[in-house]
């Protein structure tokens, strides 16, 4: 049985695989940058009422939805689910524009984001996720990380052995997983196959100058970007290194 030691004569590369999120929070932009290779897990089921096609803002009435509508069908992976109208680009654009529109660092992104919502016509949820996914880990926060998609790879099976036969696939030998996996994730399953299982812990992140307080950690990215600018990857990983 192996021990979970990468096999000897095997170039390390640490793995992480999540299923794409609309505009995440800044813990997701974490693990991203944490790794080597990042690979949207997308060739699986599109869970309804999800992170998949929406998040959070803060507005001065606390939190509130930001949701791309893509129709009710649950029969679907992620990379198959279509997003049959344009109306909600020009509404989430208006919305960005009226909560954080004089926000110290908003203009910075303003083209970027102007070109994102009225510039082109988005069809496909994944497209649209993995665009402004790899858009703001490597020209706004500066994260190297490769990009893949699951469904380059071909991986066989259900649940944890799909998993396993991805990770497989890429090569990794060390695999960053989120919390909420501790509860079905076996780890001796990992260790059987060389490679080493590590935990993302999302504890400690400090708050930045954030508008309409209480401070909320679980809101999308913009929210610090818009804050804080050049300075946001100091908000995620930047603080640990103090």
């Known amino acids: 049985m192996n021990d979970g030691t990468p096999a000897e004569g095997r170039t390390p590369l640490r793995v992480a695989v999540l299923q794409s999120n609309y505009l995440p929070w800044k813990g997701y932009f974490d693990i991203v940058h944490d790794v080597d290779l990042f690979v949207f897990y997308d060739d699986v089921q599109f869970t309804k009422n999800d992170w998949r096609n929406r998040n959070k803002i803060k507005t001065a009435q606390g939190t509130a939805w930001l949701t791309v509508p893509v129709g009710d069908s649950h029969s679907r992976d992620i990379d198959e689910v279509r997003i049959p109208d344009a109306s909600w680009q020009r509404k989430h654009w208006q919305t960005l524009l009226q909560t954080y529109g004089k926000a110290p660092h908003f203009a910075r992104y303003r083209e970027y984001l102007e070109s994102v919502y009225l510039g082109q016509r988005w069809e496909s949820l994944s497209v649209l996720n993995q665009s402004l996914i790899q858009h703001i880990a490597t020209e706004f926060l500066g ?100």
Request: charged letters at 25%; aromatic letters at 16%; hydrophobic letters at 35%.
């Open 143 to 242: 994260c190297r990380t490769r990009f893949a998609r699951s469904s380059d790879f071909g991986s066989q099976g259900a649940k944890q052995d799909r998993l396993l036969d991805l990770l497989e696939r890429t090569g990794a030998t060390s695999y960053l997983s989120g919390p909420a996996a501790r509860s079905y994730i076996e780890p001796e399953r990992f260790a059987q196959a060389g490679i080493e299982l590590a935990w993302k812990d999302y504890a400690g992140y400090p708050e930045y100058p954030q508008r309409f307080p209480p401070f909320e950690h679980g809101v999308m990215v913009l929210d610090l970007l818009f804050q804080c600018g050049p300075d946001a990857p100091d908000f995620i990983w930047g603080w640990r290194g103090r």
